[in-house]
């Protein structure tokens, strides 16, 4: 890895509402790295039924810089500001960006809900396109489990089956053994 990646990081700007997909094509047409989710979302109107992008983040852009590019970053037209947190830009980690990334990928209709954080049990989705992944149940209702990104305060929201989760370490009560479907 050479020293300049190593310096760049994520970070989450603030654009004017509805310029998302705008501000990420003038960050790409000045070289910024840049991600801005898009969610196919199906429209049904009187005359027809279509599938469209929106943004996943209503006026958010993630964008992958080196300190001294927030400037740059900043002066682009439908920015308004960086996303802070504690008095300094928030930092969003590379494996959240690719958790997104991989979600997004397998997923339609995403859905995107703002949570309180807190803790509870952690598993392990055991099959499926997000197998492997780990996270915090914050909900079990049905086939709804949730998937924390403590970074951003945010949940996305997949439909898994409950066979499909393991639990790594839950409440003590329960052996280690004991399935999603036991607890419900």
């Known amino acids: ?35 801005c989710p898009l969610n196919k979302v199906h429209r049904q109107w009187s005359d027809r039924k279509k599938v469209i992008l929106e943004p996943l983040f209503k006026s958010y852009v993630f964008v992958q810089i080196a300190p001294n590019q927030q400037l740059a970053v900043r002066q682009t037209e439908g920015v308004i500001n960086f996303l802070y947190w504690l008095g300094r830009p928030a ?4 494996k959240e ?13 995403v859905q995107l809900r703002k949570i309180s954080v807190s803790l509870h049990d ?3 989705i055991t099959n499926g396109p997000l197998m492997m ?16 990104l403590p970074s951003l305060g945010y949940t996305l929201v997949a439909e898994i089956e409950k066979t499909n989760v393991q639990i790594i370490n839950g409440f003590s009560a ?7 479907d036991q607890m419900s």
């Open 174 to 180: 329960y052996s280690p053994d004991v399935t999603v």
């Open 97 to 109: 960006i690719e958790v997104i990334k991989r979600f997004m990928n397998d997923h339609d209709n």
């Open 133 to 148: 992944r780990e996270g915090n149940v914050l909900e079990i209702k049905h086939k709804t489990v949730k998937i924390l």
């Open 1 to 35: 890895m050479d020293q300049l990646s190593s310096q760049l990081q994520w970070n989450v700007v603030y654009t004017k509402p509805r310029w998302e997909k705008k501000v990420a094509q003038l960050l790409t047409r000045n070289e910024i790295i840049n991600y």
């Open 91 to 94: 930092l969003i980690k590379d």
């Open 122 to 124: 952690k598993v392990r």
